[in-house]
């Protein structure tokens, strides 16, 4: 990859009346195994992914990433299912740490021209997890039909506690969140509700009271309704609009 020497790739490639069979085909610690009908062009195909340092490969700007999953790809390029698990251990940017992401999916009667606009979607898991593994969030949601249904994901009255996350407890976080989230739409035209509280809470050893955040997003712009909050009795109140598009 862009002229690096990334590994090797082996395995075994058989061809059985007209039916490619994947035994092992490996490149690093990523593995295929399954079959190909070159006659019907229909694929299943059990990939393995194991790449921990997946910046190594691919240059994305400060960013760490490392990936663990195990699919299974099923059908053809216009009427395809993906299952399984599809897991994120590992999430910086620069010296921030974002939480990891557990998930259990099955996306079916996909089409590779209408990715997340044709099938059905199922997340039957959905966690995000601390440096030490704690769990910050657990959640489901199903799509029955991408084409013509509109997501509705609601999460009401949730707490985030700041210092039970690791890299925000050493930088001297503290404090209780309380937030909600709605996020209705399609890939397309979507709309995202986000309200936060907080009586009290620490950044860095500055302590902040009385935090206000009521902001919507849609796929024309982020609409600050309310932002406030104080810093030694000092009251910052911010609202307005932003347009992503012209």
């Given amino acids: 990859i862009d002229n690096r020497y990334t590994g090797e790739l082996k395995g075994n490639i058989n061809v059985i009346n007209s039916v490619l069979i994947f035994d092992q085909l490996a490149w690093r610690k990523n593995t295929i195994n399954g079959t190909y009908n070159l006659n019907t062009q229909t694929a299943d195909i059990y990939l393995h992914v194991d790449e921990q340092q997946l910046e190594n490969l691919y ?6 990433v490392s990936v663990n999953s195990d699919l299974r790809l099923q059908g053809r390029l216009d ?7 599809l897991n994120v251990p590992r999430i910086q940017y620069s010296d921030i740490v974002i939480p990891s992401i557990e998930s ?3 996306y079916r009667n996909g089409d590779i021209n209408k990715i997340l606009k044709k099938g059905s979607l199922d997340i039957t898991k959905f966690i995000l997890r601390g440096e030490e593994g704690e769990e910050i969030l657990n959640t489901s949601t199903k799509v029955a039909d991408l ?5 509705d994901f609601v999460l009401n009255d949730k707490q985030l506690d700041l210092t039970s996350i690791k890299g925000f407890k050493e930088k001297g976080y503290n ?10 739409g399609d890939i397309d035209d979507f709309f995202v ?4 509280e907080s009586d009290n809470f620490s950044v860095s050893g500055f302590s ?19 932002l406030y909050l104080e810093y030694e009795n000092n009251p910052l109140l911010l609202n ?7």
């Fill in 59 to 64: 240059d994305v700007g400060g960013l760490t």
């Fill in 79 to 85: 009427d395809f299912s993906v299952t399984g698990d």
């Fill in 104 to 106: 259990t999916i099955a």
């Fill in 147 to 151: 084409a013509t249904s509109q997501l």
């Fill in 175 to 184: 404090g209780i969140i309380n937030y909600s989230l709605i996020l209705r």
């Fill in 193 to 196: 509700d986000i309200k936060a």
């Fill in 208 to 226: 902040f009271n009385n935090l206000s955040i009521d902001a919507q997003v849609n796929n024309k712009g982020l609409n600050i309704g309310q």
């Fill in 240 to 246: 307005g609009y932003v347009t992503f598009t012209p």
